[in-house]
């Protein structure tokens, strides 16, 4: 697909990984809205951004606020795809210390906001992008946003890794699903980015994280990530695949 002059949502767009994408699409001329919740920076992000890009504040898990962030992708410009990263964090062991079993409420809300918040974004997205006219052969393209968590999850990582497993199992059947659509559907799985959720993670601390990743032996680069959700928006044959992006890194059981 096609960057220039068409518009693209960028779901957690105000921070990290989702932010590194926004950045790459507007160098190649793209539009974008930054889905974020209200209560982000998305606002002034947006306003350093520039002309072509704008807030839309809205939760993942709102189907109104996610129609109406795609509202303002389509008044953007030509609407043509959605990097969704937003996401959450979650670890909560199965058994607590006290001998209790861990709560379901937060197990529940932990794959709200990964899993049903991706179908969310993912449905209402292609249910647009079927209507445009055909471009090059495709309507469109949809990025989505794992971990490497999703395949070797660490002790304590049940509800978010089982979120993030869940994106996985939705690619393939995804890009299967919307193939009549001419919608494209693939997902990066990173390994341990550099993003603000490591911000206040001390040196020492960063460095024990990097050293089992085989090479690069350091943390991924958050335009990293916004090269690779490039590629797959102008790439028209990818489709389907999770890629990893993690320098070769397999988590172990604990940090
Ligand atoms: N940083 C990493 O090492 C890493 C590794 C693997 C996967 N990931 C995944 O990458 C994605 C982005 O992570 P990041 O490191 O950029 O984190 P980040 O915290 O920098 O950015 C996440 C953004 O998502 C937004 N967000 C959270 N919940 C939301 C909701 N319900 N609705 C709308 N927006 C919401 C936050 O406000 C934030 O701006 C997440 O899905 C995360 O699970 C990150």
Same mark, same amino acid.
């Given at each position: 697909?096609?960057?220039?002059?068409?518009?693209?949502?960028?779901?957690?767009?105000?921070?990290?990984?989702?932010?590194?994408?926004?950045?790459?699409?507007?160098?190649?001329?793209?539009?974008?809205?930054?889905?974020?919740?209200?209560?982000?920076?998305?606002?002034?992000?947006?306003?350093?951004?520039?002309?072509?890009?704008?807030?839309?504040?809205?939760?993942?898990?709102?189907?109104?606020?996610? +129609? %109406?962030? @795609?509202?303002?992708? *389509?008044? /953007?410009?030509?609407? $043509? !795809? =959605? #990097?969704?990263?937003?996401?959450?964090?979650?670890?909560?062991?199965?058994?607590?210390?006290?001998?209790?079993?861990?709560?379901?409420?937060?197990?529940?809300?932990?794959?709200?906001?990964?899993?049903?918040?991706?179908?969310?974004?993912?449905?209402?997205? +292609? %249910?647009? @992008?079927?209507?445009? *006219?055909? /471009?090059?052969?495709? $309507? !469109? =393209? #949809?990025?989505?946003?794992?971990?490497?968590?999703?395949?070797?999850?660490?002790?304590?990582?049940?509800?978010?890794?089982?979120?993030?497993?869940?994106?996985?199992?939705?690619?393939?059947?995804?890009?299967?699903?919307?193939?009549?659509?001419?919608?494209?559907?693939?997902?990066?799985?990173?390994?341990?980015?550099?993003?603000?959720?490591?911000?206040? #993670?001390?040196?020492?601390?960063?460095?024990?994280?990097?050293?089992?990743?085989?090479?690069?032996?350091?943390?991924?680069?958050?335009?990293?990530?916004?090269?690779?959700?490039?590629?797959?928006?102008?790439?028209?044959?990818?489709?389907?695949?999770?890629?990893?992006?993690?320098?070769?890194?397999?988590?172990?059981?604990?940090?």
């Amino acid at each position: 697909m096609q960057i220039k002059d068409k518009s693209f949502v960028v779901t957690g767009g105000a921070s990290g990984l989702g932010l590194a994408s926004a950045k790459a699409l507007l160098e190649q001329g793209g539009k974008v809205v930054l889905l974020d919740l209200p209560g982000s920076a998305g606002a002034d992000v947006a306003a350093e951004l520039g002309a072509n890009a704008r807030f839309a504040p809205a939760d993942v898990t709102d189907p109104a606020a996610v +129609a %109406a962030a @795609l509202d303002v992708a *389509e008044e /953007l410009g030509e609407f $043509r !795809g =959605v #990097v969704h990263c937003a996401g959450r964090g979650g670890t909560m062991r199965i058994v607590d210390k006290a001998g209790n079993p861990g709560s379901l409420e937060f197990f529940e809300m932990v794959v709200k906001v990964n899993l049903v918040g991706s179908f969310n974004v993912l449905s209402q997205a +292609a %249910a647009r @992008l079927a209507k445009q *006219e055909p /471009l090059d052969s495709e $309507r !469109g =393209v #949809v990025v989505l946003t794992s971990s490497a968590a999703g395949y070797e999850g660490r002790i304590g990582q049940t509800p978010y890794a089982s979120s993030k497993a869940g994106i996985i199992g939705m690619t393939l059947v995804a890009a299967r699903d919307l193939a009549s659509k001419g919608v494209r559907v693939c997902t990066i799985a990173p390994g341990v980015m550099d993003t603000p959720i490591l911000a206040n #993670v001390p040196e020492q601390a960063r460095a024990t994280l990097a050293d089992p990743i085989p090479h690069p032996r350091r943390l991924g680069r958050p335009e990293e990530f916004g090269m690779l959700a490039r590629q797959i928006v102008e790439n028209p044959y990818l489709n389907g695949e999770v890629i990893r992006l993690d320098g070769a890194l397999r988590m172990t059981p604990r940090d």
